[in-house]
């Protein structure tokens, strides 16, 4: 009798998803079926069928009886920065009194206090707090994480925070791919932006001379980069063998999602003020249109961008990440997931689509879906089927998470 380290059976509805991301998102592409189990061996899914007949065939190792609840594949997070030193919610708090952001940041506040909090922490520091929002995540069923360095800024530390990173998921079950991001222009390079660039330059370097980077990454925005220097960081980036993706159009409409077309770019992240005329870009360029719907929150700004109708129109994969930053601190996909219902207006399968398969492909990774081969990823929720995603939200609704083969929450008695 083959044997299974894990069987999960008596599925009351799984979504398997195809290998390809979701242009068109209905019941039939996605692949959902009922009285399922799913058989994993050496982190990988090894079958998938009716549960009668999977459950006979394998001696399991841990079996779990899913009592007719929804599976799904592992959650991927495309969008994170999950190296950071300290917190700001005291400046939460002025901006709720009505303090601006320009006022925050004469205080010493903002992103430039979270650069100096990082730059100050050592690596063993900045890796313990990342391996426990790791472990966090992995119990609210994020199987794979994309995160950034950006806190940094000068060579040694950006260096730092990917190391950390790179370190900080040592022996946890949950893959975690690394981005260098050009973040913003550091303070004491205000009034000296193209010495930064060069500078920047010798990181790109460095990193990929390092390979502790997949990809490059720049936030072309007001208050960052501009729409040429996001260009030549991410043609330098590609030069040196990195993949390209971009933050863009958050805060103001400079013409920087248009850059897809002069570079390949597995992803645009943010969109909250891409004209629904761009939509057309990606669906020439194959680019993925990744949304960050709990950092609309957190901007306390929620506007429905109006691009998701025309992405959806024209077939573009839409995935959702949660840019989990200081700024932004919520870490779970699973949550990003259930508010992209209300604040993207994405249905509950669409959501599922673009936390799992449309977000593996984004960060062009295995995963986000249970097939054959596929990574032993898998969800077990206290809900009976999908169309609970987003109806209800607000706490953690995972049973049993499986990364990479691994049980690694199992509620399930
Ligand atoms: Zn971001």
Redesign the pocket.
């Known amino acids: 009798m083959p044997k299974a380290d894990v069987l999960v059976y008596n599925i009351g509805q799984v979504v398997l998803f195809p290998r390809k991301p979701l242009r068109r998102v209905s019941p039939e592409a996605a692949g959902i079926k009922e009285s399922y189990a799913i058989a994993i061996r050496d982190g990988n899914v090894v079958e998938v069928g009716p549960s009668g007949i999977v459950k006979s065939k394998y001696e399991c190792n841990v079996c779990i009886n899913a009592e007719g609840r929804l599976v799904t594949p592992g959650l991927v997070d495309p969008?994170?920065?999950l190296i950071f030193a300290g917190s700001r919610e005291d400046e939460f708090e002025l901006k709720l009194m009505g303090y601006t952001y320009l006022e925050i940041l004469k205080r010493g506040g903002g992103i430039y206090r979270t650069v100096r909090m990082t730059r100050n922490s050592s690596i063993e520091e900045l890796i313990d707090k990342a391996r426990k929002t790791l472990e966090l995540v992995l119990s609210g069923g994020t199987t794979t994480v994309e995160t950034?360095s950006?806190y940094g800024l000068l060579p040694e530390h950006e260096i730092k925070m990917l190391e950390a990173a790179k370190r900080a998921s040592k022996d946890l079950p949950i893959k975690v791919v690394r981005t260098l991001?050009a973040h913003v222009i550091p303070e004491e390079y205000l009034d000296k932006r193209s010495d930064y660039i060069k500078l920047f330059d010798s990181i790109i370097v460095e990193v990929s001379k390092r390979k502790i980077a997949k990809y490059i990454d720049v936030?072309c925005d007001r208050g960052a980069f501009n729409v040429n220097e996001s260009l030549h960081i991410l043609r330098r980036g590609i030069e040196e063998g990195l993949r390209a993706r971009m933050?863009a159009d958050q805060l103001e409409y400079m013409g920087c999602s248009l850059l897809a077309e002069k570079v390949y770019l597995d992803s645009i992240?943010?969109l909250e003020k891409t004209p629904p005329k761009n939509a057309r870009i990606f669906a020439v360029t194959g680019t993925v249109a990744t949304f960050?719907p709990t950092?609309m929150v957190a901007m306390m700004e929620i506007e429905k961008p109006k691009l998701v109708g025309e992405l959806k129109r024209l077939g573009v994969p839409i995935a959702v990440?949660s840019?989990y930053?200081p700024n932004n601190m919520t870490p779970l996909q699973q949550t990003t997931m259930d508010i992209s219902t209300y604040i993207l207006g994405l249905t509950p399968l669409e959501a599922l689509a673009a936390a799992t398969v449309n977000a593996a492909w984004n960060i062009r990774e295995e995963g986000g879906q249970l097939i054959p081969r596929a990574p032993g990823d898998l969800i077990v929720w206290d809900m009976e089927n999908y169309r609970w995603i987003g109806y209800t939200w607000g706490y953690d609704k995972t049973l049993a998470v499986i990364s990479k083969g691994k049980v690694w929450k199992n509620l399930i008695s």
Do not use: M
């Open positions: 969008h994170t920065h950034k950006g991001l936030f933050h992240d943010h960050t950092s990440g840019d930053n």
